[in-house]
């Protein structure tokens, strides 16, 4: 039988380390158990320290104590081995981190340097395109003083070419009147169009607008006294001369001019916008296109456009100041000066007049149809427009050699006809028109050139465009 303390141990599937101490304490001081353990087991079942424990021979502690130093030395290297091994897996893993930091570090590297190069070279475009701009900048600069030069001579040579051109007109009443005096025609040359003024031609006959504003010839000077036909023959020859080179003069200068707009190659803008422009330099449904096909221009119209503008400022001066103080009429909020709700509105103003640039707007309506029936339809329309808005109309044609008058019976009340005198243009006649009205009526211009918009702007009058108004039109 086992020892009384060792009973309740006997049960127990795993002993703790207690349990363990505590049977130890049991056996070793019960000597007689402790021998029929010994008995019951060998060396080779309990180990050489078990055994020399139960059996206790002489010596047996000293024994005992290397068997335990020696059993720690190897717990011991046991421990270091596996640390060791721990240690040495620490360690891959370590390497394994550094080597993939580095090959990203390596890489980030890489990437740097491209970003450097790459802002070296974004640096150096923009010193470059800096460089380039400043050359630009210069460049800019330079032309614009030498088109600055440019416009002046421009001008200088327009202001000549009005002076021939008045001398040359001058001339030709004296020339006309030594053919009234000497009782023949005195043989005068005819000048060469001028590229820049673009002459116009009256229209073709055969048509049925109303009433112009045509000017009365002024009378011929009186003949001086002890004046005979002899010589005014002899005076009229040398007056031909005279007119020829004044002519030849003329031409040359109109000539110099096309060049210089052919230099600038664009129109000169020296008035915000206006400017001295060519035939070709013209927008669409401008005075180009109010020479009728196939009629040829006035002999005098070389150098119409500076005769009629000179005149068209004369006359504005001598007018009276009643269109001085017009200001333009303001358009509702939302509504844009180039919109159709915009022309709806200014055509539907109360106690306003609508002044018609008449070529230009039935070139822009009906480019391709005869001059005739253009004026024709534009007529027509602008009555049925009058009868819907019960809008004055004055409608303004180029010419004045237009065929016989129509009779009072066949013009509509709103709207009246007018064609420029003869070396007039329409745009001098709109524009003294709208210089005559009183301020206190609103005036509405409509055309697509320039110089009439803007003096008619000057003059305080609403604009529209051409294709503005023929939008309206279309929709009757």
Known sequence: MPPQALRPYIDFARLSANALKAIARVVERDEEFRARVAAATNEDSVGRGGWLWL???????????????????????????RDERSAVRRLAVAQAVAAHATAEAE?????????????????????????????????VARLTAARAEVVRKLKDVEARLVERS????????????????????????????????DPVAGPPSGTEPLVGLVEEPPPPPAAPPGHTESGAAVASDELARQVGRAAGGAADLAQALAAIVDLLGRPVDDRGGEGVRGADDLPDGDRA???????????????????AGRR???????????????????????????????????????????????????????????????????VAALVDLAARTSMPIEVVFDGADVGPRPKPGEVRALVRTRFSPPGVEADDVVLDLVAQLPSARPVVVVSSDNRVRDGARRLGANTLQSAQLVAVLARR
């Open 55 to 81: 059996t206790r021979p002489p010596g047996w502690e000293d024994e005992l104590a290397a068997i335990e130093a020696e059993r720690e030395t190897q717990v011991a290297e046991d421990r270091e081995a």
């Open 107 to 139: 890489e980030r590297t890489r990437a740097l340097d491209a970003l450097q190069r790459e802002l070296d070279r974004e640096r150096s475009l923009r010193e470059e395109t800096a460089h380039r701009l400043g050359e630009a900048e210069s460049d």
């Open 289 to 307: 296109g109010r020479l009728p096909p196939g009629a040829s221009p006035d002999p005098g119209a070389g150098v119409g456009r500076h005769q």
């Open 312 to 378: 068209g400022v004369d006359s504005r001066r001598r007018a009276s100041s009643d269109g001085a103080g017009r200001i333009p009429v303001r358009l509702p909020g939302g509504l844009f000066d180039d919109s159709l709700e915009a022309a709806d509105y200014l055509l539907h103003l109360p106690g306003a007049l609508l002044v018609v640039d008449g070529y230009n707007v039935s070139m822009t309506a009906w480019p391709d149809i005869p001059v005739a029936d253009q004026r024709r339809r534009l």
């Open 166 to 197: 008045t001398d040359l007109n001058a001339l030709k009443a004296w020339v006309r009147e030594l053919e009234s005096a000497a009782g023949r025609p005195v043989e005068t040359p005819t000048p060469a169009p001028d590229p820049v003024s």
